[in-house]
């Protein structure tokens, strides 16, 4: 296997490479008396690998199309409402609503048109790493008490711009979130840009009927379009085709949808004829490696800096990793099984919740629900509940579903394992999840109603400094996609974190020194992994909001600077570190 690990080394990077294209974003080293400037990490020329990629490098359209094949060998679930029927969140295919406002029901055997059938429901717009809201569903079978249960969620993902019903503009807050609920366009920019649907299941050949393991999907979704135009690069326009009932059609399919061939029009236009060589400063929108066309494997755009093939973009952040040798073999062992690959945890402190719009819908003719933070943490339980299963955690032998609909009955059963420090102890992941929810470790039981942001795990102080990096560095930054590594990398106490020091200081450090010394290749990763989490961690976080601060951000040396918090830990000042560099 090929990952993280082999790009990661533990020690310091001291050799530059000088990039003739490479753009000085700031002419010397910053002062304590300057804010702390996003430092460049890509060039003109080569900036699609910089983020979410360490192992993806080794995929192509072939390799994605292997993956789909191992996990889907009969190509049953090419379609999004497939899946769906699948997986029980409708029973049959006329019963989807690809747009509009939907019903969410938890009652089992409750199916209609517009209804979605699961365990759990909420509405979030994940601030930390991708800045997409994503309107999330889970369920399992038979149950999510029951030892062994399959466990299937799907993510609706839009834009952080929604307009209420009188056009005005919603960004990255609580009104946009509502709307992208109530509204559920099927069109981007401001509908849903693409659905990733994830199963804990077995293998779909029925090879070993009794193992569950994480497989996942990427659905585009685009409106069916004729009279395909190209006004301007990347802004094809077109005419929707419209069904019996004068609705838009839309394509949901883990394949760029062809339409009879008419939509390469919209893939060249959007894709295939941007310029390498023409882009603005901040290096939007390069022209993908790898071409796309109709009827590939569907290859998402997280980071507007060309699309990534699936799946090892979205192993970043989920674990697991793509085999070394695919692109030569073109073959997933186990029919695609994937080791250390995990459903993710809502992560509360990490989001911006919706409105409390009951009494007054912000969609003209919607239904107003209250999705602010309060209003869902009975839904954020069970979700993390039902997460809980597919990281190893099994229910307690007493299992039954309490009023609120979350699953009770005494403690839970949590794996652990013996990390590199010599550490027996849950990952990192499920030890937030549980301390989360109860009095962890003693208590499993999940007991508490609402997620506690507070918790620090057993491997980290409890007050002080340390305890101020996990929490202002650590839990923004870093957990998210690290909690679901191995426990080599999972940061699960502060002990095996200062171990990955040289890392730190290759991958987050140098980079800064690397732009300052207007050296930037473009073709290095760089930590946080993820471009919106490497813009909040440089210019900083509004604690009241959620969003981070307008560039350039917080001074360099202010104490909630995450990057002076995470030198001074490491014993730097704020410009100490590139100063050596010199």
Request: glycine share 8%; net charge neutral.
């Given at each position: 296997?090929?990952?993280?690990?082999?790009?990661?080394?533990?020690?310091?990077?001291?050799?530059?490479?000088?990039?003739?294209?490479?753009?000085?974003?700031?002419?010397?080293?910053?002062?304590?008396?300057?804010?702390?400037?996003?430092?460049?990490?890509?060039?003109?020329?080569?900036?699609?690998?910089?983020?979410?990629?360490?192992?993806?490098?080794?995929?192509?359209?072939?390799?994605?199309?292997?993956?789909?094949?191992?996990?889907?060998?009969?190509?049953?679930?090419?379609?999004?409402?497939?899946?769906?029927?699948?997986?029980?969140?409708?029973?049959?295919?006329?019963?989807?609503?690809?747009?509009?406002?939907?019903?969410?029901?938890?009652?089992?055997?409750?199916?209609?048109?517009?209804?979605?059938?699961?365990?759990?429901?909420?509405?979030?717009?994940?601030?930390?790493?991708?800045?997409?809201?994503?309107?999330?569903?889970?369920?399992?079978?038979?149950?999510?008490?029951?030892?062994?249960?399959?466990?299937?969620?799907?993510?609706?993902?839009?834009?952080?711009?929604?307009?209420?019903?009188?056009?005005?503009?919603?960004?990255?807050?609580?009104?946009?979130?509502?709307?992208?609920?109530?509204?559920?366009?099927?069109?981007?920019?401001?509908?849903?840009?693409?659905?990733?649907?994830?199963?804990?299941?077995?293998?779909?050949?029925?090879?070993?009927?009794?193992?569950?393991?994480?497989?996942?999907?990427?659905?585009?979704?685009?409106?069916?379009?004729?009279?395909?135009?190209?006004?301007?690069?990347?802004?094809?326009?077109?005419?929707?085709?419209?069904?019996?009932?004068?609705?838009?059609?839309?394509?949901?399919?883990?394949?760029?949808?062809?339409?009879?061939?008419?939509?390469?029009?919209?893939?060249?236009?959007?894709?295939?004829?941007r310029s390498l060589t023409t882009q603005p400063t901040e290096f939007l929108n390069p022209r993908p490696d790898q071409l796309v066309y109709s009827n590939d494997d569907f290859a998402p755009e997280l980071d507007a800096l060309g699309t990534k093939p699936m799946p090892g973009v979205c192993f970043i952040c989920h674990g697991g990793d793509v085999p070394s040798n695919i692109q030569n073999t073109l073959?997933?062992?186990?029919?695609?099984?994937?080791?250390?690959?995990?459903?993710?945890?809502?992560?509360?402190?990490?989001?911006?919740?919706?409105?409390?719009?009951?009494?007054?819908?912000?969609?003209?003719?919607?239904?107003?629900?209250n999705m602010t933070r309060a209003g869902q943490e009975t839904e954020l339980k069970k979700y993390n509940q039902a997460v809980a299963i597919t990281q190893g955690a099994t229910p307690p032998k007493n299992a039954f579903f309490a009023a609120d609909g979350t699953i009770a009955g005494g403690n839970w059963t949590v794996p652990k394992a013996r990390d590199d420090q010599g550490v027996t102890r849950p990952?990192?992941?499920?030890?937030?999840?549980?301390?989360?929810?109860?009095?962890?470790?003693?208590?499993?039981?999940?007991?508490?109603?609402?997620?506690?942001?507070?918790?620090?795990?057993?491997?980290?102080?409890?007050?002080?400094?340390?305890?101020?990096?996990?929490?202002?560095?650590?839990?923004?930054?870093?957990?998210?996609?690290?909690?679901?590594?191995?426990?080599?990398?999972?940061?699960?106490?502060?002990?095996?974190?200062?171990?990955?020091?040289?890392?730190?200081?290759?991958?987050?450090?140098?980079?800064?020194?690397?732009?300052?010394?207007?050296?930037?290749?473009?073709?290095?990763?760089?930590?946080?992994?993820?471009?919106?989490?490497?813009?909040?961690?440089?210019?900083?976080?509004?604690?009241?909001?959620?969003?981070?601060?307008?560039?350039?951000?917080?001074?360099?040396?202010?104490?909630?600077?995450?990057?002076?918090?995470?030198?001074?830990?490491?014993?730097?000042?704020?410009?100490?570190?590139?100063?050596?560099?010199?």
């Amino acid at each position: 296997m090929s990952g993280i690990k082999s790009r990661l080394v533990g020690k310091s990077r001291i050799s530059l490479v000088t990039a003739g294209a490479a753009i000085i974003f700031c002419g010397g080293i910053a002062t304590t008396a300057m804010s702390e400037p996003v430092p460049i990490v890509g060039t003109s020329t080569n900036s699609q690998h910089t983020y979410l990629t360490f192992s993806s490098h080794h995929e192509t359209t072939a390799t994605a199309k292997a993956y789909m094949q191992a996990i889907d060998p009969g190509a049953t679930k090419v379609n999004f409402v497939d899946w769906l029927v699948n997986a029980g969140f409708i029973s049959q295919a006329s019963e989807w609503k690809p747009t509009g406002q939907q019903v969410y029901t938890n009652v089992p055997g409750d199916y209609g048109y517009g209804k979605v059938n699961a365990f759990a429901h909420m509405i979030i717009l994940n601030a930390a790493d991708l800045g997409f809201i994503r309107n999330q569903y889970i369920r399992c079978k038979p149950d999510c008490k029951t030892k062994g249960a399959k466990v299937y969620t799907y993510l609706e993902n839009y834009g952080s711009t929604q307009f209420d019903s009188n056009g005005v503009k919603q960004q990255n807050n609580a009104a946009a979130v509502s709307i992208a609920l109530e509204r559920r366009d099927g069109a981007p920019p401001t509908g849903r840009i693409a659905d990733v649907a994830f199963e804990w299941a077995p293998a779909s050949n029925g090879s070993s009927p009794t193992t569950n393991f994480g497989q996942l999907y990427a659905y585009v979704v685009q409106p069916r379009l004729t009279n395909i135009q190209c006004p301007a690069p990347t802004a094809p326009t077109g005419t929707p085709v419209l069904d019996v009932n004068g609705n838009p059609v839309v394509d949901e399919l883990y394949t760029w949808p062809d339409n009879g061939g008419t939509d390469q029009a919209f893939w060249d236009c959007k894709f295939n004829t941007r310029s390498l060589t023409t882009q603005p400063t901040e290096f939007l929108n390069p022209r993908p490696d790898q071409l796309v066309y109709s009827n590939d494997d569907f290859a998402p755009e997280l980071d507007a800096l060309g699309t990534k093939p699936m799946p090892g973009v979205c192993f970043i952040c989920h674990g697991g990793d793509v085999p070394s040798n695919i692109q030569n073999t073109l073959f997933w062992p186990n029919s695609g099984k994937v080791t250390d690959f995990r459903f993710l945890p809502a992560d509360g402190i990490n989001a911006v919740f919706g409105a409390d719009d009951t009494a007054a819908p912000l969609v003209t003719g919607a239904t107003g629900a209250n999705m602010t933070r309060a209003g869902q943490e009975t839904e954020l339980k069970k979700y993390n509940q039902a997460v809980a299963i597919t990281q190893g955690a099994t229910p307690p032998k007493n299992a039954f579903f309490a009023a609120d609909g979350t699953i009770a009955g005494g403690n839970w059963t949590v794996p652990k394992a013996r990390d590199d420090q010599g550490v027996t102890r849950p990952s990192h992941g499920l030890e937030v999840i549980f301390g989360w929810y109860a009095g962890f470790p003693g208590d499993l039981s999940m007991s508490f109603p609402s997620q506690q942001d507070s918790f620090t795990p057993a491997g980290w102080p409890q007050t002080g400094p340390a305890n101020v990096l996990y929490h202002k560095v650590v839990v923004p930054s870093c957990r998210s996609c690290h909690m679901n590594r191995e426990l080599s990398l999972d940061f699960g106490t502060l002990n095996q974190f200062d171990n990955n020091k040289g890392n730190v200081e290759q991958l987050v450090f140098q980079p800064q020194c690397d732009s300052n010394m207007n050296k930037v290749t473009g073709n290095k990763i760089v930590m946080p992994l993820a471009r919106v989490t490497w813009n909040r961690f440089w210019t900083g976080i509004d604690q009241t909001t959620n969003i981070q601060f307008a560039p350039p951000g917080l001074p360099a040396d202010d104490p909630n600077s995450q990057p002076f918090l995470l030198k001074q830990h490491f014993g730097y000042t704020a410009t100490s570190y590139c100063a050596k560099q010199h």
